[in-house]
Nanobody
Framework: QLVESGGGLVQAGASLRLSCVASVRTVSAYAMAWFRQEPGKEREFVGSANWDSTTTDYADSVKDRFTISRDNRKNTLYLQMNSLKPEDTAVYYC?????????????????WGQGTQVTVSS
């Protein structure tokens, strides 16, 4: 089970940090990622981290603004979002896959959270 938190309504230029707590015995066995989805659109990749965060990957649209990290001792994945833009408005989902390496393909992920809404006003 994955539970996200930290979403909210902010103005453009602000920052937010999303958290995702995983209820698994060994979270280090899972690669994890963040995706987002706007109404009527496909769920899109935001960023990912392999099992020990030595490899991270970001969508071009968020690179240099968002940072993904994880604390395996706390079973938690984070997404630090800086310089937010109105186009970042979406429901953000945490995902995990039973593999060491992450993927940009949402169909590679076995587990999903319920999502947390991020709204950025202009």
């Amino acid at each position: 089970q994955l539970v996200e938190s930290g979403g909210g309504l902010v103005q453009a230029g602000a920052s937010l940090r999303l958290s995702c707590v995983a209820s698994v015995r060994t979270v280090s066995a899972y690669a994890m990622a963040w995706f987002r989805q706007e109404p009527g659109k496909e769920r899109e990749f935001v960023g990912s981290a392999n099992w020990d965060s030595t490899t991270t990957d970001y969508a071009d649209s968020v690179k240099d603004r968002f940072t993904i990290s994880r604390d395996n001792r706390k079973n938690t994945l984070y997404l630090q979002m800086n310089s937010l833009k109105p186009e970042d408005t979406a429901v953000y989902y945490c995902a995990a896959r039973s593999a060491a390496d992450a993927s940009r393909d949402r169909w590679q992920y076995n587990f999903w959270g319920q999502g947390t809404q991020v709204t950025v006003s202009s």
